[in-house]
């Protein structure tokens, strides 16, 4: 089946440093992936739409300045957590929705757990 | 988009039993989507049905869907500890660049 990979699983970063994590479809092309984050025992929050060849579109309330958003080809699409802050520990986790089911399955990423320490 | 409510929040169950989960959305669709997700990791897609079916089998699992209700279910029959896990419904719209955004979800503790 469908698979998208998400890369680091897990990061541990200092305050104030960026950090940036991986979307790969890899047996698929998506011009389309979707960023959540996910709090302990919280439901998943959509953070952005990666959008391929042009700007994300960001939720309301995401700062678009400290998440950003790269979707460079058609299998690709990347996080950067820009100047990270405890707050922003969390599990990321992207998504993409496989063409081949009309759009409709989408198929996600193992997550990755961010701590900033 | 829209996300679903799913109810109740929380079931526990015996190894063995059936599980029934219930999720309620507001606008039309074209289908709902049913995902697990086991502690940590990311959703993995278990069963799709489309606005013009009733229900549908895979496995263990089976889904209904009623539109006029606005409402699915997914039973899990002979339920297993491996089914220990949250479980999100995805009401959608088609479309690659549609968003699928997710409610509480149900968290199902199988006890062995």
């Known amino acids: 089946g469908a698979v998208v990979s998400q890369h680091p699983s897990w990061v541990i970063c200092k305050s104030g440093t960026s950090v940036k994590i991986e979307c790969r479809s890899l047996?698929?092309?998506?011009?389309?992936m979707f960023w959540y984050r996910q709090f302990p025992k919280q439901s998943l929050m959509l953070m952005a739409t990666s959008n391929e060849g042009s700007k994300a579109t960001y939720e309301q309330g995401v700062e678009k300045d400290k998440f950003l958003i790269n979707h460079a080809s058609l299998t690709l699409s990347t996080l950067t957590v820009t100047s990270a802050h405890p707050e922003d520990s969390s599990f990321y986790i992207c998504?993409?929705?496989?063409?081949?089911?009309?759009?409709?399955?989408?198929?996600f990423g193992q997550g990755t757990r961010l701590t900033v320490v | 988009s829209q996300q679903g409510e799913e109810d109740p929040q929380a079931l526990s169950i015996q190894e063995g039993e059936n599980a029934t989960m219930n999720c309620s959305y507001k606008t039309s669709i074209n289908n709902l989507q049913w995902y697990r997700q086991n502690s940590g990791r990311g959703l993995v897609h278990l069963i799709l049905?489309?606005?013009?079916?009733r229900e549908k089998h895979s496995g263990r699992l089976r889904v209904t869907l009623d539109t006029s209700k606005k409402s699915s279910s997914l039973l899990i029959t002979a339920s297993r500890a491996a089914d220990t896990a949250s479980y999100f419904c995805a009401p959608t719209t088609t479309g690659a660049n549609s968003k699928l955004t997710f409610g509480k979800g149900i968290t199902l503790s199988v006890r062995p």
């Open positions: 998504s993409a929705r496989h063409p081949g089911t009309g759009g409709a399955e989408a198929f």
């Open positions: 047996d698929f092309q998506a011009t389309t």
């Open positions: 049905i489309r606005s013009n079916e």
